[in-house]
């Protein structure tokens, strides 16, 4: 069987980029057979970028709702909280230790914000966390620690998954065996990248987003806040440079999107176009709106589910693993 592994940092409301990016994807690769699929909620990661306990409580919340509204079946899939699994973190430290720091210090996340400073003419490093700098240590762990295989992920991303491969390889030398099976770069070429309502990448953490299960009038409000040129209606419009055409392409059939093009081409206006994005969105997203209105007003039984998860999961691989690698550096066997 492949392994597939995905996970959504705990740093806000989940959004359309989510969703289309990661959650449909992975649901629907679930139900493939010879596929065991891992679905986390990163907490640990969401730390990185956000220090307010609220609101990482709350997107777990948000988040866990998110991805059992959207199909995913907690019986047949591992699906589980990051900081649940104190076998990752042990694991990032073992990885740590035979990391190069010179492959850390190219990192794309760290090098941008040391590329920030500069422009911005202060010190390389300032105000830049550790836990910024490590992050491809502890995404290594996650995706390391069961020996996933897949982990389908964005362009963004590949640099990440060549380190844990890196990472893992380089501890299956040094220790003689080959302990962690090494993961494949599956880029998701099909898959979009939307745009925010600012016109960068749709993100939590730039508060840019659509959330997925805004109500109706607040997704018609988000939606008419697109922004858009200055075009009139009956003007031909650039269907690929529009967000609300790369937004709606997300959510319509071929045909729809052909249909749409060709009355970019034609002029439509942005009011029309817009509320055609409004009307397909909400085909989509509506009746999952519902379970997750209904998910999360019961945050207990998601706590449940959670807990369940990450207990036979432990038990099941991280908690044995991790004593096998314990063993394998000289620590002591914790019983
Ligand atoms: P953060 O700002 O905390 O990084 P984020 O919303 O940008 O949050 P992540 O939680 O890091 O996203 O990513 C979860 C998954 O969602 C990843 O698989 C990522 O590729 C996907 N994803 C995130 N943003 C988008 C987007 N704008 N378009 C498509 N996919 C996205």
Same mark, same amino acid.
């Given at each position: 069987t492949t392994r597939v592994l995905t996970g959504i940092t705990t740093s806000g409301t989940p959004h359309l980029g989510n969703y289309v990016g990661a959650i449909r994807p992975a649901v629907a690769a679930s139900h493939r057979d010879g596929v065991e699929s891992f679905y986390?909620?990163?907490?640990?990661?969401?730390?990185? *970028?956000?220090?307010? =306990?609220?609101?990482?409580?709350?997107?777990?919340?948000?988040?866990?709702?998110?991805?059992?509204?959207?199909?995913?079946?907690?019986? *047949?899939?591992?699906?589980?909280?990051?900081?649940?699994? =104190?076998?990752?973190?042990?694991?990032?430290?073992?990885?740590?230790c035979v990391a190069g720091k010179g492959i850390l210090n190219r990192a794309h996340a760290y090098k941008a914000?040391?590329? *920030?400073?500069?422009?911005?003419? %202060?010190?390389?490093?300032?105000?830049?966390?550790?836990?910024?700098?490590?992050?491809p240590?502890?995404?290594?762990?996650?995706?390391?620690?069961?020996?996933a295989n897949q982990v389908p992920v964005g362009r963004d991303q590949i640099q990440h998954i060549e380190m844990a491969r890196d990472f893992g390889q380089r501890f299956n030398h040094l220790f003689g065996k080959d302990y962690f099976s090494l993961p494949e770069v599956v880029i998701e070429e099909h898959v979009a990248t939307l745009p925010g309502l600012d016109g960068r990448k749709m993100s939590k953490s730039y508060d840019n987003t659509i959330p997925l299960f805004a109500p109706r009038n607040e997704l018609k409000k988000l939606i008419a806040a697109i922004v858009t040129d200055s075009r009139a209606p009956g %003007?031909?419009?650039?269907?690929?440079? +529009?967000?609300?055409?790369?937004?709606?392409?997300?959510?319509? +059939?071929? %045909?729809?999107?052909?249909?749409?093009?060709?009355?970019?081409?034609?002029g439509i206006g942005w009011g029309d176009a817009?509320?055609?994005?409004?009307?397909?969105?909400?085909?989509?997203?509506?009746?999952?709106?519902? *379970?997750?209105?209904?998910?999360?007003?019961? =945050?207990?039984?998601?706590?449940?589910?959670?807990?369940?998860?990450?207990?036979?999961?432990?038990a099941k691989y991280a908690v044995p693993f991790i004593a096998e690698l314990r063993n394998a550096v000289g620590l002591r066997d914790l019983g």
């Amino acid at each position: 069987t492949t392994r597939v592994l995905t996970g959504i940092t705990t740093s806000g409301t989940p959004h359309l980029g989510n969703y289309v990016g990661a959650i449909r994807p992975a649901v629907a690769a679930s139900h493939r057979d010879g596929v065991e699929s891992f679905y986390f909620l990163a907490d640990y990661h969401a730390l990185i *970028k956000v220090q307010d =306990p609220a609101r990482v409580q709350r997107s777990t919340l948000e988040i866990a709702a998110t991805w059992l509204a959207c199909g995913l079946e907690p019986d *047949k899939v591992w699906f589980y909280r990051q900081s649940d699994i =104190p076998e990752i973190p042990e694991l990032t430290w073992l990885l740590t230790c035979v990391a190069g720091k010179g492959i850390l210090n190219r990192a794309h996340a760290y090098k941008a914000a040391v590329d *920030k400073n500069r422009a911005d003419g %202060e010190d390389d490093d300032a105000g830049i966390s550790a836990g910024l700098f490590m992050y491809p240590v502890l995404m290594a762990a996650d995706i390391l620690i069961f020996n996933a295989n897949q982990v389908p992920v964005g362009r963004d991303q590949i640099q990440h998954i060549e380190m844990a491969r890196d990472f893992g390889q380089r501890f299956n030398h040094l220790f003689g065996k080959d302990y962690f099976s090494l993961p494949e770069v599956v880029i998701e070429e099909h898959v979009a990248t939307l745009p925010g309502l600012d016109g960068r990448k749709m993100s939590k953490s730039y508060d840019n987003t659509i959330p997925l299960f805004a109500p109706r009038n607040e997704l018609k409000k988000l939606i008419a806040a697109i922004v858009t040129d200055s075009r009139a209606p009956g %003007e031909a419009k650039d269907a690929d440079a +529009s967000h609300v055409f790369q937004l709606y392409r997300a959510f319509a +059939s071929a %045909e729809e999107t052909a249909a749409m093009r060709q009355a970019f081409a034609e002029g439509i206006g942005w009011g029309d176009a817009k509320q055609q994005l409004f009307e397909r969105i909400d085909a989509e997203v509506a009746p999952l709106r519902e *379970k997750y209105e209904a998910l999360i007003a019961r =945050p207990a039984e998601i706590e449940g589910i959670l807990r369940d998860g990450a207990q036979r999961l432990r038990a099941k691989y991280a908690v044995p693993f991790i004593a096998e690698l314990r063993n394998a550096v000289g620590l002591r066997d914790l019983g």
